[in-house]
């Protein structure tokens, strides 16, 4: 696709906005947008606006390519000693008993059914329990590789080591490296919410600051890991808190560049206790991915999770700066459907992801979490999708 004949037409379209035009010919010449702009944007830029300036910004870094990776998540845990108001998924300690609680065994178990299975991740997240501690997760970390070595192990968030350290007396960097040293290869992008504290204090009072959680993944970037980092938008959060949010991602990817990609994640408001908040509309979640594609220049992907927003946004948004849809999942995972998520069930088959790629005229590319390419399905055809072949039929006489 050549997005420069639109940008071009938006640059030379006399009837537009100057200060529209002037950001337009920022993300032309390359330049980087500041706060004010980023609020404009959300303020001002419609729909198709945004839409030419992310996929401009998507062409130019990704081209067509469409990612995906073959993955699993094990959520240890439902219950939760923190007390998220949007949070559909925890259960507090005192209602434990409508909640899991998982051991090592068990968690193993769930990696010992993808033996034969080609799938290169397992995503661990879920809530925090005293339990899963320090010397739990080393436990596990060193089984599941010592069982797989070649499973990427991309697990828990700020939210989980923040507690698990602070009750281990380590610091960030030596829990962080102490875990690496058993097995922990990367980390994944939740807890982060929205980091400016007048909305954190009101959606998420309890648990890290976006200090501790920005310091956690610097920490992580220093040992050599590769993180993600999300944002929770839609709820009672304005545009100037979005862009503080990612301004703050934007900062310390420059002082470290450990960051792959970022996720922003759609409030759902499904049995929380944010359920009169009303859930933005789809066009403002192509609009907020197509700003977050614009603002965050030093940031090489931009996911959108497609068992959060549907399969069909998932391909809209490919349009709006999106390059990664994350993975065939194998219904692993309850976060997003136990908030009102469409998927209820959340499995895709490679197939299935690389037709839905396919159908808006991308290309699909397996990653593994590192985003090196495991398979360009372009020109692949399915064995069951190859022409039919012809048979002799018998002959009667
Ligand atoms: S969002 Fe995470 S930290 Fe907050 S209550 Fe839910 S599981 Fe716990």
Not at 63 to 74: E, K, Q, S, V
Not at 250 to 268: A, E, N, S, V
Not at 391 to 397: D, F, K, M, R, T
């Amino acid at each position: 696709m050549n997005f420069n004949n639109q940008i071009e037409i938006i640059l030379t379209d006399t009837t537009l906005d100057p200060n529209l035009k002037s950001i337009a010919q920022k993300v032309k010449n390359n330049q980087r947008i500041n706060f004010d702009e980023g609020v404009y944007l959300y303020e001002h830029g419609s729909l198709s606006y945004l839409g030419v300036l992310a996929n401009y910004i998507r062409n130019k870094k990704h081209g067509d390519l469409t990612y995906f990776n073959r993955n699993f998540h094990i959520e240890p845990t439902n219950v939760c000693v923190y007390d998220c108001k949007f949070c559909s998924y925890s259960r507090l300690i005192k209602e434990r008993e409508q909640g899991w609680e998982m051991d090592v065994d068990g968690m193993m178990e769930i990696v010992k059914k993808y033996d034969d299975e080609p799938v290169t991740e397992v995503h661990i997240t879920g809530g925090v329990v005293p339990k899963q501690n320090l010397d739990f997760y080393a436990d596990f970390f060193r089984k599941c590789k010592a069982h797989r070595p070649d499973l990427h192990i991309k697990g828990l968030t700020p939210v989980e080591y923040y507690y698990i350290f602070k009750k281990a007396k380590l610091s960030h960097y030596d829990g962080l490296k102490f875990l690496q040293e058993c097995g922990l290869d990367s980390m994944p992008g939740g807890g982060a919410e929205i980091f400016h504290p007048e909305v954190r204090e009101k959606i998420a009072h309890d648990k890290c600051t976006a200090e501790q959680w920005l310091d956690i993944h610097e920490q992580a970037h220093k040992l050599g890991m590769r993180t993600n980092a999300t944002m929770l938008y839609g709820h009672i959060e304005e545009f100037r808190h979005r862009v503080d949010h990612m301004e703050r991602l934007r900062l310390l990817q420059d002082k470290t560049f450990g960051f792959q990609t970022f996720i922003p994640l759609k409030f759902r408001n499904k049995e929380n206790q944010m359920s009169d908040v009303p859930e933005v509309s789809v066009i403002e979640d192509l609009r907020n991915y197509a700003v977050a594609r614009i603002y965050l220049d030093n940031f090489d992907h931009i996911k959108a999770y497609w068992a959060m927003i549907s399969r069909n946004t998932a391909q809209l948004s490919l349009n709006f700066g999106v390059d990664d849809i994350d993975g065939t999942l194998d219904d692993t995972t309850k976060i997003y459907s136990m908030a009102g998520a469409e998927e209820q069930n959340p499995a895709m088959s490679t197939k299935e992801l690389v037709k839905l790629i396919k159908e808006v005229g991308r290309k699909p590319i397996e990653r593994d979490t590192l985003y090196n390419v495991i398979n360009d399905y372009t020109d692949f055809v399915f064995e069951e999708d190859e022409k039919p072949k012809f048979y002799n039929l018998p002959v009667i006489n």
